[in-house]
T-cell receptor
Framework: DTEVTQTPKHLVMGMTNKKSLKCEQH?????MYWYKQKAKKPPELMFV???????INESVPSRFSPECPNSSLLNLHLHALQPEDSALYLC??????????????FGAGTRLSVL | GDSVTQMEGPVTLSEEAFLTINCTYT??????LFWYVQYPGEGLQLLLK?????DKGSNKGFEATYRKETTSFHLEKGSVQVSDSAVYFC?????????????FGQGTILTVHP
C-alpha cells in the first residue's frame, strides 16, 4: 500500500480566512513533504519534514505554516493568503530523505482557490 | 545546479502507436531517476524508477533505461492506449543529497486518440 491521503480535495477561502490542509500516511515513512503546483507546471518543493522535524523550508512566505504532529500526519496551516497562492497543494512521503529510500509517493492533492 | 530537460509537448498519438518521451539530466553525483504521471485532476503517481547506470525501470508497459554515458532516461511504450493520456514528468534526486529534493522536468502532455 503506497497511499497518501489528503483532505480536503477542494478548498475555497477568502484572503482573511484561516484554514488547514491535512495529509496522512500509514506506510511507516519518516519523511514528508509539501509541494505547490501551478497549472501546467511541475511541482515546487515547499517544506520537508524528517523524523517529525522541519529540515527544509524553501523560502516559503510565513502565511504558510507547516506542522507535523506525529510521524503519520502533516498539516499545512494557511492564513492571509493571496489570490496568487491558488494552486494544487501536494503532499508526499518517503521512507527516508536520503539514498535509495527516498522514493516519494504523492497524494491526490488539495485544489485551493483564494478569492 | 541540477536540472532535467524533457522534450517539448504536447504529444498527440493514435491508439497503439509507439511512444517516446525524451529526458536528459544534469546532476552532481550519482542521481536516482524517476518518471511520474499525472492524470487530469489528480496527484502524481510514481510510474518507474532507476537508481544506477543501466538499470531499466518498467511498469504498466512503460520502460526507461538509466544511461549515464548520455545522461538520459527516455520513457518508451510500445503501444499506447487512450487511458495513457496524462502529463508525464521526468525527475531526479541528486546523489548524496541529504534531504531528497526532487528536481522535475517541465512535463510532457500526452494525448492519445482512439
Amino acid at each position: 500500500d503506497t497511499e497518501v491521503t489528503q483532505t480536503p480535495k477542494h478548498l475555497v477561502m477568502g484572503m482573511t480566512n484561516k484554514k488547514s490542509l491535512k495529509c496522512e500516511q500509514h506506510m511507516g515513512h519518516r519523511a514528508m513533504y509539501w509541494y505547490k503546483q501551478k497549472a501546467k507546471k511541475p511541482p515546487e518543493l515547499m517544506f520537508v519534514y524528517s523524523y517529525e522535524k522541519l529540515s527544509i523550508n524553501e523560502s516559503v512566505p510565513s502565511r504558510f505554516s507547516p506542522e507535523c504532529p506525529n510521524s503519520s500526519l502533516l498539516n499545512l496551516h494557511l492564513h492571509a493568503l493571496q489570490p496568487e497562492d491558488s494552486a494544487l497543494y501536494l503532499c508526499a512521503s518517503s521512507q527516508r530523505t536520503s539514498g535509495g529510500l527516498n522514493i516519494q509517493y504523492f497524494g491526490a492533492g488539495t485544489r485551493l482557490s483564494v478569492l | 545546479g541540477d536540472s532535467v530537460t524533457q522534450m517539448e509537448g504536447p504529444v498527440t498519438l493514435s491508439e497503439e502507436a509507439f511512444l517516446t518521451i525524451n529526458c536528459t539530466y544534469t546532476a552532481t553525483g550519482y542521481p536516482s531517476l524517476f518518471w511520474y504521471v499525472q492524470y487530469p485532476g489528480e496527484g502524481l503517481q510514481l510510474l518507474l524508477k532507476a537508481t544506477k547506470a543501466d538499470d531499466k525501470g518498467s511498469n504498466k508497459g512503460f520502460e526507461a533505461t538509466y544511461r549515464k554515458e548520455t545522461t538520459s532516461f527516455h520513457l518508451e511504450k510500445g503501444s499506447v492506449q487512450v487511458s495513457d493520456s496524462a502529463v508525464y514528468f521526468c525527475a531526479l534526486i541528486a546523489g548524496g543529497t541529504s534531504y531528497g529534493k526532487l528536481t522535475f522536468g517541465q512535463g510532457t502532455i500526452l494525448t492519445v486518440h482512439p
